[in-house]
């Protein structure tokens, strides 16, 4: 397998899971927090800093004021006149760059799809599910309490999808962004695990 | 095998090709002009006005004006106050359920996986292709004028989008109306089949 595998998720489908077996089945790198961990090192950001960048942008418009007072000018990183989140976001990009410079991996979430766009070897793959699978899993999984699983979910996906769309310019939830959707609910994740591997060819 | 399969599909993106060759692999019967066929001798339409119905609606405030200045009041089939285009529709989605009903079979096309929403048994698939692999499909395979082709894919697009989303009420290219989603040029319309019936538990 000579791919960077880059997945788009909703929160609770699974994603995530089927990235860490899809990269153990290949033998590769995956990365998620480390590649938090790995960006922040580099660019001299605190760490903190790049944790959950990704579930920052609350709306557009939230975030478009966050991005008014955030600090400018900061020429530390290079990327002076830009709000911190644009920063990050510069920062994280060029880890991604990076990583998939060294080879074949499993990339989750963080716009790798966009940020890795004029790249032929990358194939870019989403996995969704149900509201009702996800509630259950996402309670069972990340132990969240049952009255607030729902808000939860509905937060986060609202997140993601403003973050992508405002880094990309284009909705999340376009099937044209991606080379493969696979909802792992109907089926299970180890089937959608399968149905990845058979599409990028065993 | 046992699940009714929809396709939807992008112009030249061999959405068609696939679903006969997902039809012919498990035994089932593969519904595209025979369903045409069938819901024009079922209502009692004429079978021309059957043929590209799903390509009428150029887009959307055309195809309203359109419906506004449709027969109207018309008993005979028993849809009165509804305009020729919807009261096709609705010929066409009755044939949908009577062909679900009597088992697994594959559907291209004309929102099936909209109208067969209710039952639990279908999986509502989505085949997907770059532009430039469309151009050269649609060349080749319909014989379409090199200068014009790419007018006529997207013009076929637009019309297949502004059906789904009049009929339905939702984007044709969110990924969320659908179980899979395959980009067919990737990797091949063999390699498709294998991945959808590797998705379906072979």
Known sequence: ?????TIGRQYGSGGREIGEKLAKRYGIPFYD?????????????AEESFQNAEDKATNSLLYSL??????????????????????????????????????????????????LKEREDVVNIFISASMDYRLKRAIVQYGLE???????????????????????GEKWTNLNNYDLVVRSDVMGIDNAVECICTYLGK
């Open 33 to 45: 927090n480390e590649l938090i961990t790995r960006a922040a090192k580099e660019s001299g950001f």
């Open 146 to 168: 049952e009255k607030k699983a729902a808000g939860i979910i509905l937060k986060n996906d609202k997140r993601r999808g403003n973050y992508y769309n405002y880094h990309v």
């Open 66 to 115: 966050a991005m008014g007072i955030n600090v400018y000018g900061n020429q530390d990183f290079g990327f002076s006149g830009l709000s911190l989140d644009d920063r990050i976001f510069l920062a994280q990009s060029n880890v991604i760059r990076k990583i998939a410079e060294e080879g074949p991996c499993v990339i989750v979430g963080r716009c790798a799809d966009y940020v």
């Open 1 to 5: 397998m000579d791919k960077v595998i």
